[in-house]
C-alpha cells in the first residue's frame, strides 16, 4: 500500500509540473545561460522526439508498461527488497504519467531544456532516479 501512495505522490507532482508549464512558459525562462531553461513543448514522438505513427506508440506504450510491471512482479518483488520495491515506484510512476498523456492528449509535455541534449519533465527524470537506484542496489548486493 505504501508503494501505491509512492507512485500517486509521483504521478501528482509530475502533473502539477506539467500543468504549471503549460499554463506559465510559454516564453523561455532561462535558468542557467546556455545550459538550463524552462519552456514549454509538446512532444508527438518518442524518446528525444524521435518519430513514430500514434497507433504504434500508443501499442509500445501499452506493451511497455506490461512489460515492466510483469517483469517486477515476477522477477524483482520476490527480492522482497525495499530498495528496489521503492526504485520500481519510479518507473511505474513514468511509464504512467507519460502513457495517460501521450494516449489521451497525443502527446507528452515536456518543459526542462538541456542544451545540447534534450527537452524532458520531471517525470522523465524518473527514469534516471530508477538507473541510478537499481545500479546501486546491484553493486551493493554482487
Known sequence: ???????????TLDTITKFFAENNF???LVLVPNFLSFYYAQNTGIAFSLPLTWTLLKVITVILIFAIFWYYWTQERLKKSINLDI????IFAWA???AWE????????????????SIFNLADSYITLWAIWV???YMKNK
Open 1 to 11: 500500500m505504501p508503494y501505491i501512495i509512492l507512485i500517486a505522490w509521483l504521478l
Open 26 to 28: 510559454i516564453s523561455e
Open 87 to 90: 526504485s520500481y515506484c519510479f
Open 96 to 98: 504512467l504519467g507519460n
Open 102 to 117: 501521450r494516449i489521451y492528449r497525443n502527446y507528452v509535455t515536456d518543459f526542462i531544456s538541456v542544451e545540447y541534449f
Open 135 to 137: 545500479i546501486y542496489y
